[in-house]
């Protein structure tokens, strides 16, 4: 990392824990390969304090930040509307999920903007191991922040998708927030397939339908490494199974997978894509000119130390 001085940018993760993320190693990294001065810092506040944080970034004027488990869905009164943003995304306003903050226009103490950049980062790992994620049959594990701004993204291109959960109520809700939006106004598109639900509990005997199965949830990540969402009986050979966690990298759900003869997707993928698109919306200029093959190989050889 490059000298700290008086003008340097101060930019973040918010999570809890946060000990384990590489976002820092990745985004420092590039900031020493494009000479930006500025650095990334990880910040555990607890939920208690969260919204103090959030007010200490505007104090501060930090430059931007990531935000990441539990905090993604803190920025939403109950009637859907802004808290502690002043302007929320599309996206993040029917996702109920923010993962990035940024500056409108880049100006730096104004208007402060939450959006999530998950989808993206979701999508562009599978296909850059070579998995086409569209018209396919999907089981999405989870309805949190993460799952629910990958599932926006899934429906769009046009898969089944079927969400599995502890309860049906919460994915009855997720799911009837997509049906709704997909089946109306200019969103309409007549080859729409209506979002299934299921449970976990369910999901062993209908798990051999899907082509790609994905974890949104937290489970199995670091220390916790032993766990996993779902049993060996709901891994097939021949199916996908991507996991969204990276710490460990070969998740106990990956392992399982592998050994059933699936096709795996690490989660580290992800990040780095999903990392990228914050990054543009910091420093716009400073990467109009590199491809997204240099910025991504940056951040993974950030992310190996």
Request: include cysteine.
């Amino acid at each position: 990392m490059a000298s700290i001085n008086g003008k340097t940018e101060t930019l973040c993760i918010f999570g809890h824990p946060v000990a384990h993320s590489k976002s820092p190693a990745m985004h420092n990294a590039l900031f020493d390969a494009l000479g930006i001065n500025a650095a990334y810092l990880p910040y555990a506040p607890e939920p208690e304090n969260f919204a103090q944080a959030i007010q200490g970034f505007k104090a501060m004027k930090f430059h931007g930040a990531n935000v990441t488990i539990p905090y993604k869905t803190e920025f939403f009164n109950a009637d859907g509307t802004a808290r502690l943003v002043d302007e929320l995304s599309e996206i993040s306003k029917f996702t109920g999920s923010v993962n990035t903050l940024y500056w409108k226009d880049g100006v730096v103490g104004g208007t402060l903007c939450g959006t999530t950049t998950d989808p993206y980062g979701c999508v562009r790992n599978l296909e850059e191991n070579g998995v086409n994620p569209s018209s396919k049959k999907i089981a999405l594990l989870g309805n949190g922040g993460a799952a629910q701004s990958i599932a926006f993204t899934l429906v769009e291109q046009r898969n089944e998708l079927t969400i599995v959960c502890r309860t049906k109520e919460k994915g009855e809700a997720l799911a009837g927030s997509l049906n709704k939006f997909f089946q109306s106004g200019n969103a309409s598109d007549k080859n729409f397939k209506t979002v299934q639900v299921t449970t976990f509990g369910e999901f062993a005997n209908i798990s051999a339908n899907f082509d790609i199965i994905i974890n949104a949830t937290s489970v199995g990540m670091s220390p916790n490494i032993d766990a996993s969402p779902i049993t060996d009986e709901c891994l097939h050979k021949g199916q996908v199974v991507c996991d969204i966690v990276y710490t460990p990298p070969h998740t106990k759900l990956l392992q399982m997978a592998e050994a059933k003869g699936c096709k795996i997707v690490t989660g580290e993928g992800m990040l780095v894509h999903q990392g990228l698109e914050s990054f543009k919306k910091w420093f716009p200029k400073e990467t109009e000119n590199k491809t997204n093959e240099e910025l991504t190989a940056i951040m993974r050889k950030g992310m190996q130390g």
